[in-house]
């Protein structure tokens, strides 16, 4: 599995309690073996069917080089806490983040961004 093109990032919407994954792969070889690993601890990939897959260069918030062709899938992975609207209460994120990050860190993602969505970043 060659994880060269793939790219993690938490994303968390107001009051940022609760975490989802957002994660960005070649759409010729998605990480299943880390799509899995995911699913092991509980975080489970979105309802909503992703997206067709588009060049790299398009998908800004991944950070990807200007000009990259490669097609990219994009996958949210998400797990639902005992809160109000299925949001984490703070002991479940303080045992859902260490056991996400020990997940990912198998397959080398040791440092992971946190973007905190704003309401412009949904319109």
Not at 23 to 46: C, I, Q, R, S
Not at 53 to 63: D, K, L, S, T, V
Not at 74 to 101: I, Y
Request: proline fraction near 7%; include cysteine.
């Amino acid at each position: 599995m060659n994880l060269d093109s793939v790219r993690i990032q938490f994303q968390s919407q107001n009051p940022h309690n609760t975490l989802f994954l957002k994660v960005w792969a070649d759409a010729n070889n998605e990480p299943t073996e880390m799509y899995a690993a995911l699913e092991k601890v509980g975080f489970t990939a979105d309802e909503v069917p992703p997206a067709p897959p588009i060049p790299a260069e398009f998908c800004y918030a991944a950070g990807y080089a200007k000009g990259d062709k490669t097609l990219i899938t994009e996958q949210t992975f998400v797990k639902s806490g005992s809160g109000l609207f299925g949001g984490w209460t703070p002991e479940e994120k303080k045992a859902n983040v260490p056991a996400v990050r020990n997940a990912l860190r198998k397959f080398g993602f040791v440092r992971i961004d946190h973007r905190k969505l704003r309401l412009e970043d949904s319109l």
